[in-house]
């Protein structure tokens, strides 16, 4: 996959994106730089990164610090904004992308309420994955330590933000993204250029 960009950068290419402390549901804390976001309470809630873009190849990973069940924690948001409500979930509410992995409901990822896929390798504690959105082809690839797990195709032409969300049964849950300030764990699709803004 050529052209792929390290990270989500500004239309000026002057930093790159962490969450949003803004663009969040009250119920998921962002610390760590930033970078880490963590669900606080027994309720539904998403929060969005602070660049997304509409067009071109983009890579980033998020390591899960710990997963208790298989409700979605990461993906795409490509809705309203601000987010202001602890209702929404990823990959339920419309224009949002939820990668699952093979939990609820057997799923790989949820499109928008729409299930995609089985078979896939469950989120756990101690992954890293990789996420190379396609906005040339309208593709979002999940990559498990390295391995595809599914590729979502379909997605609108619109600006779509890298998400996070919290779980309504383990509020505990937390993952820290790599938006490529800093080396990626694994080796991003090829004609990655590193740097290059």
């Not at 760590?32 to 990164?49: D, K, M």
């Not at 800093?182 to 803004?197: A, D, E, K, Q």
């Amino acid at each position: 996959m050529p052209g792929f960009v390290p990270g989500i950068i500004s239309g000026g290419g002057s930093g790159f994106a962490v969450w949003s402390i803004v663009n969040k549901s009250n119920n998921i804390n962002i610390s760590g730089s930033n970078l880490t976001f963590t669900g606080v309470n027994s309720t539904l809630g998403c929060g969005v990164a602070t660049l997304g873009k509409s067009a071109g190849k983009w890579y980033w990973e998020i390591l899960i610090n710990s997963k208790a069940n298989q409700a979605a924690i990461l993906g795409l948001w490509s809705g309203v904004l601000p987010i202001s409500t602890n209702s929404t979930q990823l990959g339920v509410t419309g224009g949002t992308v939820g990668w699952n992995g093979n939990g609820a409901g057997g799923r790989c990822v949820s499109f928008s309420n729409v299930p995609q896929g089985t078979g896939c390798t469950a989120q756990t504690s101690g992954q890293v994955i990789g996420i190379a959105l396609d906005l040339d082809n309208h593709t979002c690839a999940f990559r498990v330590n390295n391995l595809l797990n599914y590729t979502v195709t379909g997605l609108a032409v619109t600006t779509w933000y890298p998400a996070c969300g919290s779980s309504n049964a383990n509020p505990g849950d937390s993952g820290t993204a790599n938006f490529g300030a800093t080396p990626f764990v694994y080796t991003p699709p090829s004609g990655f250029n590193p740097g290059v803004f």
